[in-house]
C-alpha cells in the first residue's frame, strides 16, 4: 500500500470523525426546570417564526419556549414574568432568543431591548441579530435599520422596535416602556441592579416578559445565581 493512498484512507477517517462531531447530539433533558401545565403556551408561534426565519428548534429550545410561552386564557398574562434560561455555549441560544425577538414584532407597536455584559458587546450581538433577521423572509416586514452609534434601532412597519441599551442599574431602558426584555451573559452581573431597572420598563406593560440567558457563572455571578 503506497503512502497516498494511506493518506487517502487516514483522510476518510478523519472527515468522518468531523462529521460525527458536528451531528447534532442525543438529546440531554434539562437538569433542572419548572414544569409544564396545562395552560395554554405561545411557543407553537415561536416553532412556526423559527420556521419562517430558516431553521428549526433543537428539543431543548421547543421544550423551553412551550413552558416559557405559557400564558392565562382569561387575562392573557404570561405565567412567567421573568423567564431564565441557562445552557451552554454554541448550543443554539442565539437562535432561541433571537426567534422570541422575531416573534414579539410581528405584532404593532411593540418594543424589545437586547443587554449584555456591556453596551460595546450589547451593540455587537444586536448587530449579529439584525444582520440574520436581514437575511430571512422578515426583512419585508422591516421599515429601516438605524446603526449611528447611541441611536440604534430596528424599526418594523407596524410600528415595533428593537433596541440594544446599556446594562447598569442607571441606565438599563431607563424611561422606556418594554414588552421584552433580553438580558444576555447574565452571569457577568455582580448586582442586581440591572434586574431591578428592567423590571422597572415592564411594569407598564401586562403582557411583558424579562429573560435572562447564560451561560454557567460563579459565586460573583449574583443576578444569575439569584
Request: hydrophobic share 40%; net charge positive; charged share 20%.
Amino acid at each position: 500500500m503506497s503512502a497516498a493512498s494511506d493518506l487517502e484512507r487516514l483522510a476518510e477517517q478523519a472527515t468522518s470523525q468531523l462529521v460525527a462531531a458536528s451531528s447534532v447530539p442525543p438529546y440531554v433533558p434539562p437538569r433542572w426546570c419548572s414544569v409544564r401545565s396545562e395552560l395554554p403556551t405561545h411557543g407553537e408561534l415561536d416553532i412556526e417564526v423559527a420556521k419562517l426565519l430558516g431553521w428549526d428548534l433543537f428539543r431543548w429550545q421547543v421544550e423551553a419556549s412551550m413552558l416559557a410561552g405559557e400564558y392565562d386564557p382569561v387575562t392573557l398574562r404570561p405565567r412567567f414574568r421573568t423567564v431564565g434560561c441557562s445552557v451552554a455555549r454554541q448550543n443554539g441560544k442565539t437562535s432561541w432568543i433571537l426567534t422570541r425577538i422575531a416573534r414579539q414584532l410581528l405584532p404593532g407597536g411593540q418594543h424589545v431591548a437586547y443587554t449584555a455584559q456591556d453596551r460595546s458587546l450589547a451593540v455587537i450581538k444586536w448587530n449579529e441579530h439584525v444582520e440574520i433577521l436581514m437575511e430571512t423572509p422578515f426583512a419585508s416586514r422591516v421599515k429601516e435599520v438605524t446603526t449611528q452609534r447611541n441611536n440604534e434601532r430596528l424599526l418594523m412597519k407596524n410600528g415595533s422596535w428593537y433596541i440594544p441599551v446599556t446594562p447598569t442599574s442607571k441606565k438599563a431602558a431607563r424611561s422606556l416602556s418594554l414588552d421584552l426584555a433580553i438580558a444576555d451573559e447574565a452571569y457577568a452581573h455582580t448586582t442586581m441592579g440591572l434586574a431591578g431597572a428592567i423590571r422597572n420598563t415592564l411594569l407598564t406593560r401586562p403582557l411583558a416578559q424579562f429573560y435572562l440567558t447564560s451561560n454557567a457563572g460563579d459565586e460573583t455571578s449574583v443576578l444569575w445565581r439569584h
